[in-house]
């Protein structure tokens, strides 16, 4: 049986916490900045976590399932 491959687009957009949740970055951010506020750019330079409707597919992408 071959080894699992990590999905690699997967592996570069999300990392795991010391708890085992899925860091992941907000969207939005990259262009079109002059029409969002300093407020919400701000917001969105933080990270976020995977929902948890979603934790199993992102595991799986990362071959952590």
Known sequence: MPKMKTNSGAK????????GKIKRKHAYKSHILT???KKQKR?????GLVHKSDVNSVKILLGLK
Do not use: E, I, P
């Open 43 to 47: 917001n969105l330079t933080q990270t």
């Open 35 to 37: 029409k969002k506020t």
């Open 12 to 19: 570069k957009r999300f990392a795991l916490t010391g708890t």
